[in-house]
């Protein structure tokens, strides 16, 4: 047999790349990601981190610990201009500084951004102050989020949640019953309504419950991603998703 040897040809593609962690329990933050992100020039590669159960401050601290490593298997050796980490609760225990610093020890040149800073951004862009609160998680948990926001100077006029304290039970929330949940929260003084978690199937409803509460309503996944363009230059107006991504 002679074989020959062909010279391949490389693609140098311009596409700006995202890391994305994920939780291995996460149904809903990969999904989500790519149906706002597939029509624009990103590339998103995903790497998931393990999750313990249940659900508390010392569980969600424990499971940071791996993320270097988890950010450092995403491409390795290859340049990110941006790391995700897709967790709400798990940031707010953690710590932002103490996610950065692990990301950029394994990539040290991308930006990173996490749901909980873009949650505080989108609400300072839309100069909100005061908001309801909902989140899928524990009582406990829930507090963690909520003292979070007061800390970062904002009002919680109202606050509700589910106290489910495993991440694969909170993807399985019917989305319509998630709906009817979200219009009965009392919004009276609220300027905006947050709903926590990446996991929980938000981001499909959140134009509906706008058009129906007359309300900005915001998602975990939804400020995620808006976040992310944003932290990568981009002012992409995208339909369909609420009113955060129709402003620059």
């Not at 909520?146 to 970062?152: D, G």
């Not at 929980?200 to 991603?225: G, H, W, Y």
Request: with cysteine; aromatic share 8%.
């Amino acid at each position: 047999m002679h074989s020959v040897k062909i010279e391949p040809k490389l693609n140098n593609s311009n596409n700006q790349k995202v890391g994305l962690i994920a939780l291995a329990t996460d149904f809903m933050i990969e999904k989500d990601f790519l149906s706002i992100v597939k029509d624009l020039n990103i590339d998103l590669f995903v790497n998931r981190i393990h999750c313990y159960h249940p659900l508390s401050t010392e569980n969600l601290i424990k499971m940071s610990e791996d993320t270097t490593n988890v950010a450092e298997d995403i491409l390795p050796n290859e340049k990110l201009d941006c790391v995700v980490y897709g967790c709400t609760s798990g940031t707010i225990a953690a710590g932002y500084q103490s996610i950065k610093e692990k990301i950029n020890k394994a990539k040290p040149e991308a930006m990173v951004t996490t749901p909980s800073t873009a949650a505080i951004n989108a609400l300072k862009k839309n100069n909100i102050t005061k908001i309801s609160l909902f989140t899928p998680y524990s009582r406990s948990l829930n507090e963690d989020v909520a003292k979070y926001f007061i800390k970062e100077g904002f009002t919680i006029t109202s606050n509700a949640y589910f106290d489910i304290d495993t991440d694969t039970d909170i993807a399985k929330v019917d989305p319509e019953y998630l709906y009817e949940t979200m219009l009965n929260m009392n919004l009276d003084e609220a300027e905006a309504l947050f709903i926590s978690c990446t996991n929980l199937p938000a981001l499909n409803i959140i134009k509906r419950l706008e058009d129906k509460l007359n309300k900005i309503v915001l998602s975990s996944n939804q400020v995620l991603i808006w976040d992310t363009l944003r932290t990568l230059g981009r002012k992409d107006k995208i339909q369909g998703y609420g009113k955060l991504f129709l402003e620059n």
